[in-house]
C-alpha cells in the first residue's frame, strides 16, 4: 500500500505565502510525475503544477510566477511554494504521484487526502 500524506495547509492573509508538503510513503520501486490539484466546492478537480521525473514542470496559467513546485525524489516529497496567494486560491489542495510499487507491473496513480488552503484576510 502506498500512502501520500499532505501537509502546510492553513488560513494565510491575501499576499501571503505557504509552503504545502506531500510525502509518499509504502512499497513504493520508484515515482514517475508528481503533482498538485485543488478543488473547490461545484467544481472539478484541477491541476495546478506538475513535475516530471526529469523535473520538467509546467503550472496552470493562473498560478505561473507565483507558485513552484519542486521535489525531494531521495524522500520521495513533492512541494508546492505559494506566494503572492490571493482569495481566489482558496480550495483543498491534493497531491497525486504516479507510483509504481514493490512488485508492480505499472505505474499507478495514486492521490493524497488534501489539505485546506484559506485565503482570507
Known amino acids: 500500500q502506498v500512502l501520500l500524506v499532505e501537509s502546510g495547509g492553513g488560513l494565510v492573509h491575501p499576499g501571503g505565502s505557504l509552503r504545502l508538503s506531500c510525502a509518499a510513503s509504502g512499497s513504493i520501486f520508484s515515482i514517475n510525475a508528481m503533482g498538485w490539484y485543488c478543488q473547490v466546492p461545484g467544481k472539478e478537480r484541477e491541476l495546478i503544477a506538475a513535475?516530471?521525473?526529469?523535473?520538467?514542470?509546467n503550472y496552470a496559467d493562473s498560478v505561473k510566477g507565483r507558485f513552484t513546485i519542486s521535489r525531494d525524489k531521495a524522500k520521495n516529497t513533492v512541494y508546492l511554494q505559494m506566494n503572492s496567494l490571493k482569495p481566489e486560491d482558496t480550495a483543498v489542495y491534493y497531491c497525486?504521484?504516479?507510483?509504481?510499487?514493490?512488485?508492480?507491473?505499472?505505474?499507478?496513480?495514486?492521490w493524497g487526502q488534501g489539505t485546506l488552503v484559506t485565503v482570507s484576510s
Open positions: 497525486y504521484g504516479d507510483v509504481w510499487v514493490v512488485g508492480g507491473h505499472n505505474y499507478l496513480g495514486v
Open positions: 513535475i516530471t521525473s526529469g523535473d520538467s514542470t
